[in-house]
C-alpha cells in the first residue's frame, strides 16, 4: 500500500505564489519500482477534477493548458516527494488540489489540500 500525505496550500491574493508538496510511503517497491508518474490534480466547486501536473518517472513533465508557464512540477526522488510550485496565482486556480501517484498496476490518491486564490 501507498500513502500519499500533502501540506501546504491555503490563502494567497492573486498575483500571488504558493508551494505544495506530497510525501509518499508505504510499500517501498510499488513507490520504487512499479511508479509510472506522480503528480497534482485538481477540482473546484461544480467542477470536474482536471490535470495541473504530472512528472514520470522519467522525469517527463506535464501541464495542463491553464497553469502552464506559472506553475513547476518538480520531484525528490530520495524523499519519494513531489512538489507544486505555484505563481502568477488567478481567482481560478481556487480548488482542492490532489496529490497522485500512479503505478503499473492503480492509482492512489492523497486526501487534498485546499487552494483558495483572493481577488
Known amino acids: 500500500q501507498v500513502q500519499l500525505v500533502e501540506s501546504g496550500g491555503g490563502l494567497v491574493q492573486a498575483g500571488g505564489s504558493l508551494g505544495v508538496s506530497c510525501a509518499a510511503s508505504?510499500?517501498?517497491?510499488?513507490?520504487?519500482?512499479?511508479?509510472?508518474?506522480m503528480g497534482w490534480y485538481r477540482q473546484a466547486p461544480g467542477k470536474e477534477r482536471e490535470l495541473v501536473a504530472t512528472?514520470?518517472?522519467?522525469?517527463?513533465?506535464t501541464y495542463g493548458d491553464s497553469v502552464k508557464g506559472r506553475f513547476t512540477i518538480s520531484r525528490d526522488n530520495a524523499k519519494n516527494t513531489v512538489y507544486l510550485q505555484m505563481s502568477s496565482l488567478k481567482p481560478e486556480d481556487t480548488a482542492v488540489y490532489y496529490c497522485?501517484?500512479?503505478?503499473?498496476?492503480?492509482?492512489?490518491w492523497g486526501q487534498g489540500t485546499q487552494v483558495t486564490v483572493s481577488s
Open positions: 497522485n501517484l500512479a503505478t503499473t498496476v492503480r492509482e492512489y
Open positions: 508505504g510499500s517501498l517497491f510499488v513507490i520504487k519500482i512499479g511508479l509510472r508518474a
Open positions: 512528472i514520470t518517472s522519467g522525469g517527463t513533465k
